[in-house]
Each structure stands twice: as C-alpha cells, then as structure tokens.
C-alpha cells in the first residue's frame, strides 16, 4: 500500500509546476531517504559488465534509489586499455582513475562497484577492444575469471543477475565474454561440484533466481519497466540520476544533460526456476519480510509471525522519513529485533536453501538499519590525520571529532581506528555521550611497521574511524572513510626521464642525457645517493650524485649523461635507477594520480627506463611542429630520438609563422582537446596549400571532426566504431604501394615492420573519402573483409595532406622499432630525398 501511495505521490508531483519541485525538494533529507528506502525490500539485483562505465546507470538508479533494492555493478577489469580525455595517463595508471570514477559514481546512484581484477598486475586485463569473446577469455584466463565470478555470486547472492550487453557479433568481446560467463554461472554457482573450494572456505551455493538479458526491442521484451519517473527527493528523473553518475567518468567522456522524459527499460528473462507467469521483474521473488513469512509459514509459524512483524517495524519507519528523532528509537529497536531473528533464523528448522538465503538477508538488514541508525542519531564524524603519505617507521596522528547535530543526546559512544593488525595502535576510546551540539575529539597515535606494506592502489583502505553508539540497549556502529586517501609509500621515489630510450643503430648517440626525478615522502632528513644501472659497456658522468632531503615532498631532478658504446647491437636494453638512504634501497617511481573528482591515488612501479636499439633513419634538417592533444606522448619519444620537435601553441597556431616547419604533426583527437585547432584548421589547411606537409592523427567522430572540412577533401570517420577497427594486432597487412616514397624514405619498410605490434592496428577507420586521397595498406581482422584507408594522402595546392588512424602512438609508446620507422616516414613525406 505504501509503495502504491509512493507512486502516485511522484506522479502528482509531475503534475506540479517546476517553481513546485524546488518547494518540495527543500523538505527532503537525501541523506537519510539513502539509508531508509533500502528498508522496503529484500531483493538483491547484480549488473554485470566489462568496463567502468559499462554499468546501465539509469535502469540501476531506478532499481537503487527508486525502489531501494540492493543493487551492485560487477565490472571484469579496470579499463587500462582505453583512452585518456583528462590527461596522459594510460595503461596501469588509467585503470587506477577508472576505477575510482566508478567509486565516484556508485555514490550518486548507490549502486556498490566490484571489479574481478585485484591488482594492477592482474591477468583480468583491458588489454583492447576484442571483436572475440574466445581472444578475451584466452588472455584473461578463462578459468581463473570464472572462479572470481562465482566465487562473487555465492558471496553477493543476488536474486537477478542481468549482463549489460548481449552476446553478438556487433558488441566488443569483453562484453560478450562476460554475458557469457553470467549465463553460464546462472546454474553453476548453485552446483557443489563447482568449485567446491569455495564451500571449504565457508560459502553456501547459492542459487540466482533470474537470469536476465537487455531486449533486443520492446517486441522481443518479457520485461517492460517505466524508468523515466520524476522523484521528489532527488528533484530528477531517475535516468537524469544516471547521468549524474555517468559524469564522474571524467576520463572517458561521460554523461550529459537529458530531459525530464518517459523512459522504458525492456528485458528479456532469459533463465529463472520460478514458476512464474507474471511478466514482473520481482515476481515470485520475496519482495520484503512479509513475503519471506509467507515462505517459511508452513515450516515455523512463530518465524512467520515475526518476520511479518519485521516488515510492519521497517515499514513503521519508512512513514517516519523525514523525523529522525522519530526514526532513531523505531530503527534501533528493529536492529534488536533483526538480531533476535537471526539468532532464531540459524536455528530454525527450515530447509538449507531457504535458511541460508533468509539468514543472508537478514544479515543485509541489519547492516541497513546499522545505517539508517547511525543517520537517524544525526552525528557528524570528522577524522583528521596529520598527513595524508605516510612512510614506512614513521608514527602518525590521527583525530576523530565527533558533533551532536541533533536535538537528542547520544550515549555511550566509543570511537576508535581500524588499521591493519600489524600496525601498533591504540585501542577505541570511550565517549560516555554526547550532547546535542556538543562536540568531542579523540586522538591516537599510531606507529607504522619498518615493513608496512606500501601503497597498492585496489587494496581496501589502511586508515578508517569506527564510532558506535549504544542507544535502547542496542549497539550500532558505523565505519567511516577519511576524507582522502591515506596511503604508505617509500621514503624516496625515483622516475626517469624519458622512460623510453631508443638508440639508433644507425648513428648511435655519442650522449644520452637521463633526469632522474628524486622525491622525498618522508617527514625527516634523509641523505641518500642516486646512480644507473647500465648494460654492459654503457657508462655515465657522473656514476653517483648525493641528494638530501628536509621537508616531505621535496624533489629535485638530477641530469646524468649517458654514454654508449660505439656499437650497439640491436634489441632491447634498461636503464634503471638506484637511490640509496638510510642502509635502504630504493627502486620505485610512485606515480601521483591527482584529480578534483576522485580521491587521490598512486601507482608505483619500477624505475625504469626501457630502451630499444635499432636502424632509424631520418632526414638532417626535418623540422616538425607537433600539436598536443594531451592524450599521448609521442612528440616526447621523438624528440627523444631525437628529432627537431617543436611543441605548438595557442599562439603558434593562431599567429606564428608556420612555414618554418617541414611537417606539422597533430596529435590523436588533437580536436576534441584543441579547440584552437578546430579554430585555426583553416591556417593549418593554407599551410598545406602553400606547400607544407600536414600529417593527421585518429580522431572519433564526433571529437569535432567535420566530414567536409576538417580535411581538404571529404573523408568520413567509420561509426559504429566496432565494425571500423583492426583489433588483432597480428593482423596482416599489405602495402598496396610497396615502391612508394611513404613506404622507402628515409626508411626502407619491410614486413617485419608490422611485426611486435602492441594492442591493435588501427581504428576509426575513415569509411569514406574523396577520390584525391590514395591509400597504401590494406588489412584485416580474421575472417572480415580487408580495410585499405588506414593511411590515406593527398595532394592539396603544393603541400600534401596524410591522415592516418593506425595507432602508432601505442607503438611508439611501447618502444615498436617498426612503428617508429613508419611513423618516421610519414613525416619525412614532404622531405626531398
């Protein structure tokens, strides 16, 4: 009944004019109809997808913070081999930022994220996009991401699972890898013999209820479910919610602003061992306690009774909202009450299946109304560290005040810390009470171990305050995350630069000149040295430089000159770097991963630079000017080889004299990043007319690339963008125009260039063009017909004019001899030989 009065309160409020909605809005507690709505139901909901952002945002916001079901995003791995649009991280680095997006996003909609992939060395990769649900599950490990889903399932125990995508020809192997397994596990995560390890370790089988998938179309839907309500308390629709979370994937390009509009989702219910009619999403599943009595009423009626009961007292304080003085007293005595039922529950005489799915939710509830009271008690928790980096032997402070915005006094509070065991700490400390308006402070001092493990960026937090409070004889307690991320790291973190080291065989450098970036995070002095480790033969002026720290990050950068040998053989080498401090040795850059949307994080590593040897051979007197997209790094590789870079500014573009430059070289999706690109294409476009040599990179679509202007002739980017990509990077390919200059100057490109490619060959590819532009090579995916406009050149007034979608910046990223060579030679073009 009041889920019936609910609905047709959001459907008058529709009917309200909008100067109605902001009246209404004021009156609404968000914060505590979060933690209240979840009362209602006892259904659990998992999505399961590839990537952050693969979730269905608008349908979970409905299901999350419209109904209150418990809905969770099970994503398989961290989006590392995506792009970039708020800066230059990638691999590693960008799944660390994906993933806490996801973190970022999962609070607006309440939906829980978990991913499958634990650490950033983990098999579950996003190694690319993959046309092949086979190539996928091969490279992540077929068995070991069946075990993680599983494993997931029995723990999450959800009543329907549904996939993000299909399982089709037209949607990205990831995606389909995943449906796959979610289907698969419907029945095998209920089977013993199923990776019985799982039961040796404690879980329970656990049957899914059902099993669904998106509709194909409304025609093809058993499930049609309006999303596009109005909802008061968060003065949007529910799709509008989505895209509120969908805006927090800042590195991926996410959300936008929609209308306030009807919006249908349509499911397809593919498994279920309900014998249900109903086309309901949540029929013949236990909807709240009320139906739950009904399931174990011919079984134990006194359990019955008090479940019914149970629902009556949820529901009791659902009608409270939004007095939290009234909701406080109703929520702790429902919390007693659930921890009577399921003391009784475990003993009961019910069958195994139904025990351990009722104890399971019982065991939910009272983690919601562990929640709904610790709002309810109107008590703001503040914790304060002295310093956000910690080192390894260093002792830190860290404060938890706690304030009584209430009308009501709290008593019998005790605040304490949870860390890890091995860290020696104080124990929680007793607050008797605290008053209303009343504020009080704990402090605890806390030493961290000489072998603290240090900073993985997919572990749970190492530093969190746990506040509880003991009202009407009942115990809540609440654990609260720090306002940023506390993390250990080494005292000296050591980078490279440049991390990518290529020796051209051809003129092997007499000098290569190598920063080292040294940075303190600890809170004491430290001396230390910094030195190479070279390959055999190299050397460096000088061997050994001394640094000494005072302050927590401080850093300085040292230049060392490299010296290698007369002869270099061909292949790969490393350079490493070494401080040393304190009888210590340090070998890790920490990578600072810092932006306003999400909580800071790190990513360490190896200090390395890898390096390749090998023939690149390149014109005296090529001059380039390279326009930064901001989303790679190749202008940095080549001026590294060294090439005559000059980076292109604003200004450059607008007003500088652009003929000084042989070639002029843009970045990926230079576009979208550049607006003074898009402004000023028509100077780069007279550039080319007047005899320059203009060398394109991939853009999308829509990154500002129009179809008839961009470029000096018609050339249309391929959409969707699944059919227009070569995602095997073994692919082979053919140059149409072996004897060409593209493919003989500076550089005589063989076959083996093409080899040890990384990731892919290329995508967006352009799908139509004007008749001026030629085309050089041809390649394929296996068993689809061969592209040829990957690299497409034309003639315009007396310059010429190259687009190419290969993605050479991942080659020269990752130190590919034959991508560089080819790249080489695209910008060689307008070069007389």
Same mark, same amino acid.
């Given at each position: 009944?009041?889920?019936?009065?609910?609905?047709?309160?959001?459907?008058?409020?529709?009917?309200?004019?909008?100067?109605?909605?902001?009246?209404?809005?004021?009156?609404?507690?968000?914060?505590?109809?979060?933690?209240?709505?979840?009362?209602?139901?006892?259904?659990?909901?998992?999505?399961?997808?590839?990537?952050?952002?693969?979730?269905?945002?608008?349908?979970?916001?409905?299901?999350?913070?419209?109904?209150?079901?418990?809905?969770?995003?099970?994503?398989?791995?961290?989006?590392?081999?995506?792009?970039?649009?708020?800066?230059?991280?990638?691999?590693?680095?960008?799944?660390?930022?994906?993933?806490?997006?996801?973190?970022?996003?999962?609070?607006?909609?309440?939906?829980?994220?978990?991913?499958?992939?634990?650490?950033?060395?983990?098999?579950?990769?996003?190694?690319?996009?993959?046309?092949?649900?086979?190539?996928?599950?091969?490279?992540?490990?077929?068995?070991?991401?069946?075990?993680?889903?599983?494993?997931?399932?029995?723990?999450?125990?959800?009543?329907?699972?549904?996939?993000?995508?299909?399982?089709?020809?037209?949607?990205?192997?990831?995606?389909?890898?995943?449906?796959?397994?979610?289907?698969?596990?419907?029945?095998?995560?209920?089977?013993?013999?199923?990776?019985?390890?799982?039961?040796?370790?404690?879980?329970?089988?656990?049957?899914?209820?059902?099993?669904?998938?998106?509709?194909?179309?409304?025609?093809?839907?058993?499930?049609?479910?309006?999303?596009?309500?109005?909802?008061?308390?968060?003065?949007?629709?529910?799709?509008?919610?989505?895209?509120?979370?969908?805006?927090?994937?800042?590195?991926?390009?996410?959300?936008?602003?929609?209308?306030?509009?009807?919006?249908?989702?349509?499911?397809?219910?593919?498994?279920?061992?309900?014998?249900?009619?109903?086309?309901?999403?949540?029929?013949?599943?236990?909807?709240?306690?009320?139906?739950?009595?009904?399931?174990?009423?011919?079984?134990?009626?006194?359990?019955?009774?008090?479940?019914?009961?149970?629902?009556?007292?949820?529901?009791?304080?659902?009608?409270?909202?939004?007095?939290?003085?009234?909701?406080?007293?109703?929520?702790?005595?429902?919390?007693?009450?659930?921890?009577?039922?399921?003391?009784?529950?475990?003993?009961?005489?019910?069958?195994?299946?139904?025990?351990?799915?009722?104890?399971?939710?019982?065991?939910?509830?009272?983690?919601?109304?562990?929640?709904?009271?610790?709002?309810?008690?109107?008590?703001?928790?503040?914790?304060?560290?002295?310093?956000?980096?910690?080192?390894?032997?260093?002792?830190?402070?860290?404060?938890?005040?706690?304030?009584?915005?209430?009308?009501?006094?709290?008593?019998?509070?005790?605040?304490?810390?949870?860390?890890?065991?091995?860290?020696?700490?104080?124990?929680?400390?007793?607050?008797?009470?605290?008053?209303?308006? &009343?504020? %009080?402070?704990? !402090? +605890?001092? $806390?030493?961290? @171990?000489?072998?603290? #493990?240090?900073?993985?960026?997919?572990? =749970?937090?190492?530093?969190?305050?746990?506040?509880?409070?003991?009202?009407?004889?009942?115990?809540?307690?609440?654990?609260?995350?720090?306002?940023?991320?506390?993390?250990?790291?080494?005292?000296?973190?050591?980078?490279?630069?440049?991390?990518?080291?290529?020796?051209?065989?051809?003129?092997?450098?007499?000098?290569?000149?190598?920063?080292?970036?040294?940075?303190?995070?600890?809170?004491?002095?430290?001396?230390?040295?910094?030195?190479?480790?070279?390959?055999?033969?190299?050397?460096?002026?000088?061997?050994?430089?001394?640094?000494?720290?005072?302050?927590?990050? &401080?850093? %300085?950068?040292? !230049? +060392?000159? $490299?010296?290698? @040998?007369?002869?270099? #053989?061909?292949?790969?080498?490393?350079? =490493?770097?070494?401080?040393?401090?304190?009888?210590?040795?340090?070998?890790?850059?920490?990578?600072?991963?810092?932006?306003?949307?999400?909580?800071?994080?790190?990513?360490?590593?190896?200090?390395?630079?890898?390096?390749?040897?090998?023939?690149?051979?390149?014109?005296?007197?090529?001059?380039?000017?390279?326009?930064?997209?901001?989303?790679?790094?190749?202008?940095?590789?080549?001026?590294?080889?060294?090439?005559?870079?000059?980076?292109?500014?604003?200004?450059?573009?607008?007003?500088?004299?652009?003929?000084?430059?042989?070639?002029?070289?843009?970045?990926?999706?230079?576009?979208?990043?550049?607006?003074?690109? $898009?402004?000023?294409?028509?100077?780069?476009?007279?550039?080319?007319?007047?005899?320059?040599?203009?060398?394109?990179?991939?853009?999308?679509?829509?990154?500002?690339?129009?179809?008839?202007?961009?470029?000096?002739?018609?050339?249309?980017?391929?959409?969707?963008?699944?059919?227009?990509?070569?995602?095997?990077?073994?692919?082979?390919?053919?140059?149409?125009?072996?004897?060409?200059?593209?493919?003989?100057?500076?550089?005589?490109?063989?076959?083996?260039?093409?080899?040890?490619?990384?990731?892919?060959?290329?995508?967006?590819?352009?799908?139509?063009?004007?008749?001026?532009?030629?085309?050089?090579?041809?390649?394929?995916?296996?068993?689809?017909?061969?592209?040829?406009?990957?690299?497409?050149?034309?003639?315009?007034?007396?310059?010429?004019?190259?687009?190419?979608?290969?993605?050479?910046?991942?080659?020269?990223?990752?130190?590919?001899?034959?991508?560089?060579?080819?790249?080489?030679?695209?910008?060689?073009?307008?070069?007389?030989?």
């Amino acid at each position: 009944m009041k889920k019936t009065l609910y609905i047709l309160l959001v459907a008058l409020l529709t009917l309200l004019p909008t100067s109605s909605f902001a009246k209404v809005s004021e009156k609404h507690d968000v914060e505590l109809w979060n933690v209240v709505n979840p009362l209602q139901t006892t259904v659990t909901f998992l999505n399961t997808g590839a990537h952050p952002d693969d979730e269905r945002s608008d349908f979970l916001a409905y299901l999350s913070r419209g109904l209150g079901v418990k809905t969770a995003s099970l994503i398989a791995n961290r989006g590392e081999g995506g792009q970039n649009e708020i800066g230059n991280e990638l691999g590693n680095a960008l799944g660390i930022i994906r993933s806490n997006e996801m973190v970022e996003a999962a609070k607006i909609t309440g939906v829980k994220a978990f991913h499958l992939s634990e650490t950033t060395s983990d098999a579950i990769y996003d190694f690319g996009f993959s046309k092949s649900p086979n190539e996928t599950l091969e490279k992540w490990g077929e068995e070991v991401t069946y075990e993680r889903l599983i494993r997931f399932i029995r723990t999450y125990q959800p009543d329907i699972v549904m996939p993000s995508f299909r399982n089709v020809n037209s949607q990205h192997g990831h995606h389909r890898a995943m449906t796959i397994l979610s289907e698969r596990a419907f029945e095998d995560a209920a089977d013993p013999s199923v990776f019985p390890e799982h039961l040796e370790d404690g879980l329970h089988v656990w049957q899914v209820k059902k099993f669904y998938l998106p509709a194909v179309s409304e025609e093809t839907a058993t499930t049609s479910i309006e999303i596009g309500d109005y909802d008061p308390i968060y003065d949007m629709t529910y799709p509008q919610l989505g895209e509120a979370s969908r805006y927090m994937h800042k590195s991926q390009g996410m959300g936008k602003d929609i209308p306030a509009e009807p919006r249908q989702t349509h499911l397809e219910l593919v498994a279920s061992v309900l014998n249900d009619e109903e086309a309901d999403l949540f029929s013949g599943i236990p909807y709240n306690f009320e139906d739950w009595a009904e399931v174990v009423e011919a079984d134990n009626e006194r359990l019955s009774e008090q479940l019914e009961a149970l629902q009556e007292a949820l529901e009791d304080i659902v009608e409270a909202y939004p007095n939290r003085a009234h909701v406080l007293p109703k929520s702790q005595q429902a919390l007693k009450d659930v921890r009577k039922l399921l003391k009784f529950s475990e003993r009961a005489d019910l069958s195994e299946t139904v025990k351990n799915d009722l104890v399971h939710k019982l065991e939910i509830k009272e983690k919601q109304l562990q929640d709904v009271s610790f709002v309810a008690a109107d008590l703001e928790v503040k914790t304060d560290i002295n310093s956000q980096v910690l080192t390894p032997g260093e002792e830190a402070t860290i404060s938890v005040s706690i304030t009584n915005k209430g009308a009501k006094k709290i008593h019998h509070m005790k605040a304490g810390i949870a860390i890890p065991e091995s860290w020696n700490q104080q124990n929680e400390k007793y607050l008797k009470h605290v008053k209303p308006n &009343e504020t %009080k402070t704990v !402090t +605890f001092k $806390v030493n961290v @171990p000489e072998d603290a #493990e240090l900073f993985a960026a997919y572990d =749970d937090p190492i530093v969190q305050a746990e506040v509880s409070f003991k009202e009407q004889g009942v115990t809540t307690v609440k654990v609260v995350d720090l306002d940023n991320t506390v993390s250990v790291l080494p005292e000296l973190s050591v980078k490279l630069d440049p991390e990518n080291i290529t020796v051209n065989t051809a003129a092997v450098q007499e000098e290569i000149p190598v920063r080292v970036n040294v940075k303190s995070y600890t809170n004491s002095k430290i001396d230390g040295n910094v030195s190479l480790k070279l390959p055999d033969g190299w050397t460096s002026e000088p061997t050994q430089q001394e640094v000494t720290f005072h302050n927590r990050f &401080e850093e %300085k950068e040292l !230049t +060392f000159t $490299v010296h290698p @040998p007369a002869q270099v #053989e061909a292949g790969d080498f490393s350079i =490493d770097a070494i401080a040393s401090a304190n009888g210590k040795t340090f070998t890790k850059t920490v990578q600072e991963i810092k932006y306003e949307h999400i909580n800071d994080s790190y990513f360490l590593y190896e200090a390395k630079a890898d390096g390749v040897a090998f023939e690149l051979l390149k014109p005296d007197n090529l001059k380039v000017g390279y326009i930064e997209s901001g989303f790679d790094k190749v202008a940095d590789y080549l001026q590294n080889a060294g090439f005559d870079i000059t980076k292109l500014t604003e200004t450059d573009l607008a007003t500088g004299d652009l003929t000084q430059y042989d070639t002029i070289v843009t970045g990926i999706r230079a576009n979208l990043s550049r607006e003074d690109l $898009v402004q000023n294409n028509p100077r780069l476009l007279e550039y080319v007319e007047n005899g320059g040599h203009l060398v394109v990179q991939y853009h999308k679509p829509w990154d500002n690339w129009d179809t008839n202007s961009s470029a000096p002739y018609q050339l249309e980017i391929g959409q969707p963008s699944i059919e227009w990509r070569v995602t095997d990077e073994n692919a082979a390919v053919t140059m149409t125009k072996p004897n060409h200059k593209l493919f003989n100057y500076p550089n005589t490109i063989t076959d083996r260039d093409w080899d040890n490619w990384v990731q892919e060959r290329g995508l967006y590819f352009p799908m139509n063009w004007s008749d001026q532009y030629e085309t050089f090579v041809q390649m394929a995916d296996p068993g689809e017909e061969a592209f040829d406009g990957g690299i497409l050149l034309a003639n315009y007034g007396e310059g010429t004019y190259l687009y190419t979608n290969l993605v050479f910046y991942r080659q020269i990223d990752n130190q590919v001899p034959g991508g560089y060579r080819i790249f080489t030679n695209l910008i060689s073009y307008g070069i007389e030989e």
